[in-house]
């Protein structure tokens, strides 16, 4: 009898001990979070470079403040979705062996019950120095620590990763059985690359999306769909 590839990946998390998770903007989609490339909002009437980048806060942070501030209001109005709390109860089952690396800076997988969750995007919640880098969860405009400009927490263009979050990221591809990665578009470099690092160590790939990506010919297994509604079955057939 055959096995469906629902059911294929179902019983490779059943037989498999560590477990890496990389999500994109397309999990945070189903709650309402537009994703990066949809034109809503601020994004219709400016370039992306403008609103998520230094040249762009630095000519205009009033803009990008209120732009962030508009995004922190979308988000704070939406819930996580069914994929979310999947993955937050795959963690639960897999415990310390179990690590979601996320690109998406909303926290809604902490919202839904997430713990080990690497945030290798920095999250949108926070505002961080531009002068110290000390980081700080309130809205003052500048650091009462050094009196530099406070900006978002976030990865702009151009910029970097926080080293020991992706270090972390790095680790568990290069350690887990099995990798999902799931809503996202495998365009953005370097997490990007998580999977393919996964790959090269031995581990199965999983794509969970509802369209195929420049990844997908490179897994062993493709579920299309979206997480919410995938997710969930894949739990339910687990053992």
């Known amino acids: 009898m055959s096995t469906s590839p629902l059911h294929a990946v179902a ?14 903007a397309g999990v945070s989609a189903e709650s309402g979070v537009a994703t990066f490339r949809d034109p809503d909002g601020l994004w219709a009437r400016f370039s992306p470079y403008e609103l998520a980048s230094m040249d762009g806060f630095l000519a205009n942070p009033d ?3 209120d732009w962030y501030n508009y995004r922190r209001a979308i988000i704070n109005s939406v ?13 639960k089952m897999f415990g310390a062996s179990f690590t979601l690396a996320t690109q998406n800076v909303d926290r809604l997988h902490q919202r839904a019950g997430s713990i080990r969750v ?14 110290c880098h000390g980081v700080r969860s309130d809205d003052e405009l500048t650091c009462p620590s050094c009196s530099g400009s406070m900006r978002p927490n976030v990865v702009w263009f151009g910029e970097d990763l926080p080293e020991d979050v992706f270090a972390a990221a790095e680790e568990a591809a290069r350690t887990c059985d099995v990798m999902l990665v799931i809503g996202t578009s495998a365009d953005v470099w370097p997490a990007a690359g998580l999977p393919y690092t996964a790959k090269m160590a031995g581990a199965q790939i999983v794509e969970i999306n509802p369209n195929q990506t420049s990844l997908t010919p490179h897994v062993h297994h493709v579920l299309s769909g979206t997480s919410a509604v995938i997710l969930p079955q894949i739990l339910e057939a687990m053992t």
């Open 11 to 24: 019983h490779l998390l059943d037989t498999s001990a560590r477990i890496c998770v990389l999500t994109g």
């Open 63 to 65: 803009r990008v403040r």
């Open 79 to 91: 819930e996580p979705n069914a994929g979310h709390v999947a993955i937050a109860k795959l963690e």
């Open 118 to 131: 690497l945030e290798v995007h920095g999250n949108i919640h926070e505002n961080r120095c531009n002068g």
